[in-house]
């Protein structure tokens, strides 16, 4: 396993206490200008703590995107620090910015999947460019192809499975490693709502395992109704982050239930869906 | 051990879907490997030759038979003494008579002589042939009419005046002409490995951008490109001294018995050509695909 090496090779050991307790995602002040001079993000100042799950939301270039691409050390920012788990990132060295990566995973609403492999070695992909052991690779896989719930496909390529398996497949590349902080930008861009429930489903169930997960949307409904810490960002800025509790300790499958009933879909509505990834869950 | 595998199984998946570019670049290779396998040779040959002539170009000056001995060596000593002379060589009048026995086929005309009527003299050879006109003026200062500057010297046998400068000329000209078809040869295959690379980032760019995701390293971005651009020199290497060493068995070997000029090729080495030219494809392919990724790879 990835991870417990990680840990073993990092630093002595009050780093590592301290790196435990600062928050997961830290934003001081940051700012971020665009050449040309579009500013898409203005002084965001914003803590997320581990195993929290997150919403970032607003309209369409309001810097959820910039955000992300940020956290990836896609983008640099202009001004301010961004700091994971207690350390800057914009300090990072260039041969570093690939280690960042390996503990943040990423899923988009395009999938970004490759076309010309299966299912299994989609997965397995994220897991050989990072030089795993193909007995890593081996145990690890299946295992996460099992969590997501397409054990059955395999060997299917991706323009052979529905938008919400080959989300699926996306949601599992991304956390085939167990990174600690997942991002998902827009996971359900391109869903129906039944398919979104059962992706945001998904994600929870990878936030129970203690990662922390954040989720770029603009789907207010979904947001509202599943009643989690919101950040709304709006021209730039955060507008609203509230935090609302009451439903931290449901399972993922009273999650479920919860999210078809507020939405008005699920049991009553399976007929307006494909029932695909629906059925698979349970 | 498995990432080489990796690399190499990416690089050939890659070769594979960009089937056409990748032939074309292979092909420009082998051609270019080809024309370098058999200009080398060729250039060699040329330059062997006119060394060779160059070599035997020199000036020749007869002397009175009736000098004595310390004259001669005295003559030698200054003859020695003028720059650019490499060496002086004394041909007595029996050894010119040997060779004058030597250059006629109706061998009597030597054996009817009552005497030797040639004279003896001295060959003097130039460090470079640009140089003999110099020697000649030094010896004859008034042109070869005037007055000599030693006066056993008799005469100045007429040897391919102007002859070093032609060949020079030649030579030189070819070189140019060598060096700039070269020049393009591999800088088309550069262009061309470099532009099947290319293709191949842009077929792999989904690729590229889930390996930058997940967190590849930049080296492991790039690998199997190189290793992409190493396997178009070595194809097109390989293909190319199939061809050579075909060529040298069947038209090459046969005709040297009968042209010299060809024969002397041996000076060149054939494995010693392969080596140089199979590393040759391998580098100018590697160089090639690693300027396009530093170009076009952003990682």
Redesign the interface.
């Known amino acids: 396993m990835a991870k417990p090496k990680r840990n073993s090779k990092r630093g002595p050991a009050p780093r590592q206490s301290r790196a435990r307790r600062a928050p997961i995602i830290e934003l001081n002040d940051v700012t971020k200008v665009y050449p040309g001079g579009h500013m898409a993000l203005d002084r965001i100042n914003l803590s997320i703590g581990r195993g929290e799950f997150v919403f970032l939301v607003g309209p369409t270039g309001c810097g959820k995107s910039t955000l992300i691409k940020m956290l990836?050390r896609e983008l640099d920012a202009t001004d301010g620090t961004v700091r994971i788990a207690g350390r800057d990132i914009g300090a990072l060295p260039?041969?570093k910015i690939?280690?960042?990566?390996?503990?943040i995973g990423?899923v988009f609403q395009d999938f970004?999947l490759?076309?010309n492999r299966t299912v299994y070695d989609n997965v397995a992909?994220?897991l050989?460019?990072?030089?795993a052991?193909?007995a890593e690779i081996r145990e690890q896989v299946p295992a996460t192809l099992r969590l997501v719930g397409l054990s059955t496909k395999l060997n299917n390529y991706p323009d052979q499975l529905s938008g919400g398996e080959q989300q699926r497949v996306s949601v599992a590349?991304?956390f085939v490693?167990h990174p600690p902080l997942v991002l998902a930008d827009e996971p359900s861009g391109n869903l129906d709502p039944v398919t979104s429930i059962g992706i945001m489903q998904l994600l929870y169930r990878i936030n129970k395992t203690g990662t922390t997960v954040v989720v770029v949307t603009h789907d207010r409904e979904m947001v509202d109704n599943m009643r989690r810490r919101v950040i709304e960002l709006y021209e730039g800025r955060v507008v609203r982050d509230e935090v609302s509790g009451g439903y931290t300790e449901e399972s993922t499958k009273e999650f479920g239930l919860r999210m078809r009933a507020e939405m008005g879909v699920g049991q009553h509505g399976e007929g307006q869906t494909n029932g695909h990834d629906h059925e698979r869950l349970f | 051990m498995?990432?080489l595998i990796?690399f190499f199984k990416e690089a050939i998946r890659a070769l594979r879907r960009n089937g056409a570019p990748t032939l074309a670049a292979i092909v420009t290779t082998v051609v270019t490997v080809v024309l370098l396998g058999v200009l080398i040779p060729v250039f060699q040959t040329a330059q062997g030759k006119s060394d060779s002539i160059r070599d035997e170009l020199h000036a020749e000056y007869s002397i009175y038979d009736d000098a004595t001995k310390a004259e001669r060596q005295q003559l030698r000593g200054e003859l020695e003494a003028i720059p650019h002379v490499d060496r002086v060589v004394y041909v007595t009048k029996a050894e010119a008579l040997e060779r004058l026995r030597d250059l006629v086929t109706d061998k009597s005309i030597a054996d009817n002589l009552n005497s030797n009527p040639l004279p003896a003299s001295f060959e003097v050879y130039a460090d470079d042939a640009a140089n003999l006109p110099g020697i000649k003026a030094t010896v004859f200062p008034n042109g070869s009419d005037g007055k000599p500057f030693n006066p056993i010297v008799a005469k100045e046998f007429a040897e391919g005046d102007g002859s070093g400068e032609t060949i020079e000329q030649v030579t030189g000209a070819l070189k140019v002409v060598l060096t700039v078809i070269t020049a393009l040869l591999v800088l088309a295959s550069l262009m061309l490995v470099g532009n099947t690379i290319r293709l191949s980032i842009y077929t792999r760019r989904?690729?590229v951008?889930?390996?930058?995701?997940?967190?590849?390293?930049?080296w492991?971005?790039r690998w199997p490109f190189m290793i992409e651009g190493v396997i178009v020199g070595f194809a097109g290497g390989l293909v190319a001294i199939l061809i050579l060493w075909l060529g040298k068995i069947t038209i090459v070997d046969p005709l040297s018995d009968k042209f010299k000029l060809l024969a002397a090729q041996d000076n060149v080495g054939f494995p010693t050509l392969i080596v140089v030219l199979f590393a040759a494809s391998i580098l100018v392919s590697t160089i090639g695909s690693g300027l396009t990724l530093r170009r076009f790879l952003k990682v």
């Open positions: 990836i260039e041969k690939a280690l960042l990566r390996r503990n990423t970004k490759l076309p992909y994220a050989q460019v990072i030089g052991s193909r590349r991304a490693n | 498995s990432r990796f989904r690729e951008e889930v390996m930058r995701l997940v967190g590849a390293t930049r492991f971005i």
